[in-house]
């Protein structure tokens, strides 16, 4: 049942009002961060859509369609090549696929295309999840037009993808788009003490490492969290200091080979840390501070912080995420974000 996920309550209101309705769209389109739950979601409409018990207009979760719909028979070979085949979950009618490289094949599209236009074998509908959606190239987006232009009346696709923007127009304007929201650092620590993941203090933490992530969280440690947090801490103490010797020696460390992966997330803790600041600046609750455990220091850097700084560092560090998208030197945007901020 849809109560049973996590966050993004008024997707779920939509998706139950679709149901509701019996006007559930052919194409939907699921985007959002990466790790909030878009394919857990969809798959909890192909539950509903095919449970044996259902309860009102929501999945049961516990027959044999909902249990055989949780799980994908993911190959166990490493060769990319058997990826480009429909991965089916233990349920007939519900299937996934994923990029075997770097791209979403064109001959995937067209097996969905293929099994689309089947009748359902044991349920009462079929639903496809295109995961990665925004790694298909223009053949294998065309390819796809096909059935997103016709969709069978039985069938469903789900395309789930944290960059819509790379999307071609003409896929996005037949899909109905959905958006998830990151999730609160409260949703995130309940789940974790919830299902036993973490405790206390660590759940906390893990909960602010995540990022609105719960995959991230489930994924991280705090250990980890602390190290990135530390390192984004010098850069705003740097920043409150106009240190720029320390700036540079931030915008190298954030550039290092072994954290190519976290660099938006670094930059997402250097923002919430400037958040942070500029909250107890306002005298604001304590309760709004995400970094808690921090608060001596963030005190200390509000002092020595003048009012109108922080919401500036934002700006710049949002100007500077829109030109992520092309591809810049890294290292070289990361040592004039810094230098940029220090002297506003």
């Not at 079929?126 to 959606?133: E, V």
Request: aromatic share 6%; hydrophobic share 40%.
């Amino acid at each position: 049942m849809f109560a049973e996920l996590t966050g993004n309550e008024r997707v779920k209101q939509l998706l139950r009002r679709m149901l509701s309705s019996g006007r559930v769209p052919g194409a939907l389109l699921f985007t959002g961060e990466a790790g909030v739950g878009k394919k857990l979601f969809a798959l909890e409409l192909a539950k509903a859509l095919n449970c044996r018990n259902q309860q009102g207009i929501e999945a049961c979760g516990k027959c044999a369609a909902c249990r055989r719909i949780s799980h994908f028979n993911f190959p166990e070979s490493d060769d990319p090549d058997v990826l480009k085949q429909i991965i089916w979950t233990d349920h007939g009618d519900v299937g996934m696929v994923v990029a075997p490289k770097r791209l979403l094949r064109v001959e995937q599209m067209r097996l969905i295309e293929r099994e689309a236009n089947f009748r359902p074998f044991e349920g009462r509908a079929r639903l496809f999840l295109i995961d990665d959606a925004d790694r298909l190239n223009d053949q294998s987006s065309n390819a796809l037009l096909k059935v997103l232009e016709e969709p069978p009346a039985t069938s469903y696709l789900v395309l789930i993808t944290s960059r819509p923007a790379m999307l071609l127009p003409t896929i996005r304007s037949r899909c109905q788009a959905m958006r998830f929201s990151p999730l609160t650092v409260n949703e995130i620590e309940q789940f974790l003490v919830k299902n036993k993941h973490a405790k206390g203090g660590e759940a906390r933490l893990l909960a602010q490492y995540a990022g609105g992530s719960l995959g991230r969280a489930l994924k991280g440690d705090t250990k980890e969290y602390k190290e990135h947090r530390e390192t984004m801490l010098k850069v705003l103490r740097g920043l409150a200091d106009r240190n720029h010797t320390q700036l540079l020696r931030g915008a190298e460390t954030m550039n290092e080979a072994r954290y190519k992966d976290d660099y938006e997330f670094r930059l997402d803790l250097l923002e919430t840390l400037i958040r942070d600041v500029l909250i107890v600046k306002l005298n604001a609750a304590d309760e709004r501070v995400v970094n808690e455990d921090l608060l001596p220091e963030l005190r200390q850097l509000a002092v020595i912080t003048e009012s109108e700084r922080p919401a500036k560092w934002i700006a710049n560090i949002e100007e500077m995420r829109e030109q992520l998208v092309v591809n810049i030197n890294r290292k070289i945007a990361t040592d004039s974000l810094f230098l940029t901020m220090a002297s506003s």
